[in-house]
């Protein structure tokens, strides 16, 4: 079990450039979630797939943010158009999908946009 | 919608001594899980320990136990025997059993201090 890794750890860009953050969940779990977490704040639930279906979408996933997960394993996370207000940790989590199963995460990519 | 409130933002408690942190939430929901969650300064979410609301008896795990009061909404967290290991920020969250994507509703946290 290596866990939930994220890449990349840290990504500085301008305004207005899109970027894309990647997530490979734990190989046997069928759910992978995306979660935003700004500074001194709890983590903010973005988007969620089972498998490669991307199920639920939050109010806060914009437009300019879209999520795949082809074949139902690994998961990437892109914004469009990058604003200072996107600035944040974005965190993926994964689980078997379970009743009662716990959310696994990841460390976080930190997004800083200038 | 659910809420959950955690109302210290910092605590800070003498190594080896005993530190309980708070967590309160809003449901109108009977079924449900409680988790916490902690957040070393690596930035990684651990899970630290999870009540399943149907069941009366708390949940402890080693030194971290919890006091669920389900009528009162109210989830704490207790730390025996604080380590400096201990030192995180902790998050408090709920989730739905009525919600199919079991996904976890978040507190605002709870930064630790552990004083050697």
């Known amino acids: 079990d290596t866990g939930v890794s994220q890449d990349p750890r840290h990504k500085i860009t301008k305004r207005g450039q899109n970027v894309t953050f990647r997530c490979d969940p734990i190989s046997e779990h069928n759910r992978l979630y995306w979660y935003r977490q700004t500074l001194g704040q709890g983590p903010e639930f973005l988007t969620y797939?089972?498998?490669?279906?991307?199920?639920?979408k939050s109010r806060l996933l914009s437009d300019r943010f879209s999520a795949e997960r082809p074949k139902g394993s690994f998961s990437t996370l892109e914004i469009q158009r990058t604003e200072q207000g996107d600035s944040a940790m974005y965190l993926c989590?994964?689980?078997?999908?379970?009743?009662?199963?716990?959310?696994?995460f990841g460390n976080g990519t930190r997004l800083t946009v200038t | 919608a659910q809420t959950v409130t955690q109302s210290q933002p910092e605590m800070s408690v003498q190594e080896a001594e005993t530190v309980t942190l708070s967590c309160t939430y809003d449901t109108s929901e009977s079924d449900y899980y409680l988790f916490w969650y902690k957040q070393p300064p690596s930035r990684q979410m651990i899970l630290v320990i999870r009540q399943e609301a149907y069941k009366q008896q708390n949940a402890t795990e080693n030194r971290f136990s919890v006091n669920f009061q389900k009528a009162a909404k109210s989830f704490s967290l207790k730390i025996s025997d604080s380590q400096l290991g201990d030192a995180a920020m902790y998050f408090c969250?709920?989730?739905?059993?009525?919600?199919?994507?079991?996904?976890?509703?978040f507190g605002s946290g709870t930064r630790l201090l552990v004083r050697p």
């Open positions: 797939f089972q498998n490669e279906a991307q199920l639920e």
């Open positions: 989590a994964s689980s078997l999908g379970s009743n009662g199963s716990p959310l696994h």
């Open positions: 969250a709920y989730r739905s059993q009525m919600d199919s994507s079991y996904k976890l509703i």
